[in-house]
């Protein structure tokens, strides 16, 4: 039975993503300058932009033909609403390995609506140290009082903010490729249980009769 509800995880995310690869794929064809007018991102300049000796210069946003009121929005909606679609098919692997009564939806909501915000947040202070100072000294006076069942719940709100980090500096492409490939290895170290020992101790696995009480949300 979980072997058949992992299969089913496994076409529903191939699907997802060859959907959004074909998508993307025509957008370039008709322009080819695509990632100049959206958030995609250019990762080879990413990874090429020189290193500033101070630490005071903030990443570039490479973002040439956006210059227009229009533009701008159309890149920040794109942004916001391409980081809530990388974060769909986490949302799916979280489901699929926790069971019904421990299912945390608090966690699932933020984990979709949390890179909204730091999308926002990067793209205002990304070149300006009196804004990150300033946002450092109003998130240091928020409490968060918001426990984790697990551990492991940890791992996912720590995508979650990779996700909207990427997503504010306008690289999408780089957020798309690390949630796919979490996804995927995720998946794959759940079906083979890897290090599943009897006596291991487990912070997401379902037990054997707990399996079979409550057989998981996608059933």
Request: without cysteine; aromatic residues 12%.
């Amino acid at each position: 039975m979980r072997e058949l509800r992992d299969i089913n995880l496994f076409i529903r995310l191939t699907a997802y993503y060859a959907f959004w690869a074909v998508l993307l794929l025509v957008g370039y064809y008709f322009v080819p300058d695509l990632h100049d007018h959206l958030p995609l991102g250019v990762i080879e300049n990413l990874i090429s932009q020189e290193d500033d000796p101070t630490g005071f210069i903030g990443v570039q946003i490479h973002a040439s033909n956006v210059n227009t009121e229009f533009g701008g929005l159309l890149w920040l909606t794109v942004a916001i609403l391409g980081a809530i679609a990388i974060m769909l098919p986490v949302s799916w692997v979280y489901m699929a390995v926790r069971r019904r009564s421990k299912l945390d939806q608090s966690l699932l909501e933020t984990m979709i609506v949390l890179p909204i915000a730091i999308t926002g947040i990067v793209l205002m202070v990304h070149n300006s140290l009196a804004l990150a100072f300033s946002l450092t000294g109003v998130v240091a006076g928020v409490r968060f009082r918001n426990t984790m069942k697990s551990t492991a719940d940890s791992v996912f709100i720590f995508l979650s903010v990779g996700v909207g980090l990427a997503a504010g500096i306008g690289m999408l492409m780089i957020a798309a490729i690390m949630t796919l490939i979490f996804n995927y290895v995720f998946l794959v170290l759940w079906t083979v249980n890897y290090g599943g020992y009897d006596e291991a101790k487990t912070y997401m696995r379902r037990s054997r009769s707990e399996e079979e009480q409550d057989p998981g949300i996608f059933e």
